[in-house]
């Protein structure tokens, strides 16, 4: 999908879009027949048990080949390519299912907050597979924060948060069944707990780097991370120069 002029000068200017349904029917329906099968209580969970736990799974495309052909879906890494430029690698992917009762927020904090050694900015593509609002674990997003660059995270069980944000600014970032938001890794957002007893939120977040992203403590290249597009070109099959450990 090609963005245009005004949509990516918003996107500069505010760190995300909502631009809507990009995948056909069918596609919907294979990734959220693969994903109901791997993102699961029985596989993972993450959250308390007090405030209610939910789903979650890393690297799905490691697990599902039906997914893996997604990583470089040509109107997927076109929005990627327009944003982070001619050579982009895939980042990462995780699917986490707001369930009905799973009360457990996730806090505010940056994507790029969960990387040791530092990593420059990428994006975060975010397939809603469900409706998705404030009611049933949906997202919240301070506009424009990622100007203002990387910001110091402490650890609270397994998230990675920034303290003491000022929220007064949030917003919500509702989706619908379908929809893809894109946002910068460096914007402040955090979800909320579902409350709801009958409505899922599931989601599905890929992410891209640019393809000279590097360690920025060590300096070591991220070369495990598979191309998706070399000097403007989309690769029909992802490689990288190392493999990637799925620990």
């Not at 914007?187 to 939120?201: C, E, P, S, Y």
């Not at 590097?214 to 992802?238: C, I």
């Amino acid at each position: 999908m090609r963005l245009t002029d005004s949509q990516l000068a918003a996107f500069r200017e505010q760190g995300y879009l909502n631009i809507g349904r990009i995948l056909g029917d069918d596609e919907l329906e294979t990734i959220g027949s693969e994903y109901d099968r791997l993102v699961t209580f029985e596989a993972q969970t993450l959250g308390n048990e007090d405030d209610g736990v939910f789903p979650y799974r890393a690297m799905l495309n490691f697990r599902s080949p039906p997914l893996r052909a997604f990583i470089n879906h040509p109107e997927i890494v076109e929005l990627a390519a327009q944003i982070l430029g001619p050579d982009v690698r895939f980042w990462w992917d995780q699917g986490i299912n707001k369930a009905p009762g799973s009360g457990s927020e996730i806090p505010w904090h940056q994507d790029n907050g969960y990387h040791e050694g530092g990593c420059p900015e990428y994006l975060t593509t975010w397939l809603a597979l469900d409706d998705s609002d404030l009611e049933n674990g949906g997202l919240e997003i301070l506009p424009g924060s990622h100007r203002e660059g990387p910001r110091s995270h402490a650890l609270q069980t397994v998230h990675y948060y920034v303290p003491d944000v000022d929220g007064s600014g949030a917003i919500e970032l509702p989706a619908r069944a379908g929809d893809h938001l894109i946002f910068s890794s460096l914007l402040l957002h955090r979800t909320v707990g579902n409350h709801t007893t009958d409505r899922q939120r599931r989601a599905w977040v890929m992410q891209f780097a640019r393809g000279d992203a590097y360690n920025l403590a060590t300096g070591e290249p991220y070369d495990d991370r598979p191309w998706v597009v070399r000097d403007g070109r989309r690769l029909e099959k992802p490689w990288a120069e190392r493999r990637f450990a799925l620990s």
